[in-house]
């Protein structure tokens, strides 16, 4: 089955209207929702958004109410987002780092109190599309296991970094563990098995099963590196922001909690450092090197080669999510078949 892109984004909209999400809300949940399956991001897509449905129902995630600012300087703020959509939290806050970074050169927004926000990079690029950089991080419930360990104490903790520039995408956007937790998800959903070498089970032995993977823990990338930097993350979307830590967090995978995580935005302005064209340029000189180099490409490319294919041909939909949608939209008198084609 397959799903256009604006099919997605009519279906999105619609269930969340039915709900009594307000349209603001609605229209900025449904573009995060499309941009990672564009993207290819698919664990973080459609296929993460019955997870939000049924946060909703437990009460998790709040659909009144506003984001309230608790401390703040010209160049910082820490932010509480009372439980509403992360989305509409994460936005916000990004927005609020970059009118930050075009006053001082630098803008740095940590939040709590929040809920999942959807794919990472999302919130880096609007920083991007204000000729700004952007860094997003945040820590999520414990998934990997420290070195010599079995038992998961920190999240699989996402960063994505994205880079203004007027002709090439430059971004990147990963997870510190070896493969995303919604890819596992996604595995268990699909019936896949996991690739070699990404997660272990409860006791600490290599599995390809998805759901030994989601009792055990994921490995780091790189071995000890990706877990140094998870560790790093873990401190920074955490203690600093007025979050939760290690197994104190809760509530990005298992909807029946409260999402206690945190998370980080920065946005650097390169006019206030060395000019913007200037920047640029210096950009651009290393792109050409590396896109002279044989087979050279950019961070970015892969995602933009995606986005152009899904545009022109439109995003897969198995047949699991599509019962799940399908579920969703029974209960909301919403006719799934006018959005999902065979």
């Known amino acids: ?75 910082m703020a820490i932010v509480n987002g009372h439980s509403l959509f992360g989305q509409v939290v994460a936005y916000k806050s ?23 926000f959807g794919v990472t990079g999302f919130y880096s690029d609007l920083a991007r599309k204000r000729n700004c950089i952007g860094l997003t991080f945040a820590n999520t419930e414990p ?7 079995k038992k998961p104490l920190i999240g ?18 990963m997870a ?14 699909k019936g896949l098995k996991l690739p070699e070498g990404v997660a272990l089970d409860k006791d ?23 877990y140094a930097l998870a560790f790093m993350l873990e401190i920074l979307c955490g203690p600093l922001v007025g979050a939760e830590v290690g197994t104190g967090v809760t509530g990005t995978a298992d909807w029946r909690k409260d999402c206690t995580k945190g998370d980080l935005f920065v946005a650097i302005d ?5 000019g913007y064209d200037v920047f640029e340029q210096g950009t651009n000189k290393f792109i050409k090197e590396v896109r002279d180099a044989d087979n050279g490409f950019v961070p970015g490319d892969i995602e933009s080669k995606r986005v152009e294919d899904h ?32």
Do not use: W
């Open 1 to 75: 089955m397959q799903i256009t892109e604006e099919n997605e984004k009519a279906l999105v909209k619609e269930i969340l209207l039915k709900l009594g999400v307000n349209d603001a809300d609605a229209n900025l949940v449904t573009e995060v929702v499309l941009d990672a399956d564009l993207k290819g991001f698919t664990s973080h897509g459609i296929g993460r958004f019955p997870q939000y449905i049924k946060t909703i129902d437990a009460n998790n995630i709040k659909l009144t109410g506003d984001i309230e600012i608790e401390r703040e300087t010209e160049s």
């Open 94 to 116: 990004m927005e609020l780092a970059i009118d930050k970074a075009k006053n001082t050169g630098i803008g740095i927004v940590g939040t709590h109190n929040s809920n999942h």
């Open 143 to 149: 998934a990997i296991a420290p070195l010599n360990g």
């Open 156 to 173: 699989t903790n996402p960063i994505a970094i994205s880079i203004p520039n007027q002709e090439t995408y430059i971004a990147t956007d």
């Open 176 to 189: 510190t563990s070896a493969t995303a937790r919604g890819k596992i998800l996604e595995s268990k959903r």
């Open 204 to 226: 600490g032995n290599p599995t390809t099963d998805p759901e030994e993977a989601l009792e055990g823990s994921i490995l780091a990338f790189g071995t000890h590196k990706g």
């Open 270 to 274: 390169p006019e206030k450092f060395v």
């Open 311 to 342: 545009k022109e041909n439109g995003m897969p939909i198995d047949d699991a999510l599509y019962q799940q949608l399908k579920d969703i939209c029974d209960g909301l008198d919403i006719d799934i078949i006018k959005y999902i084609t065979e």
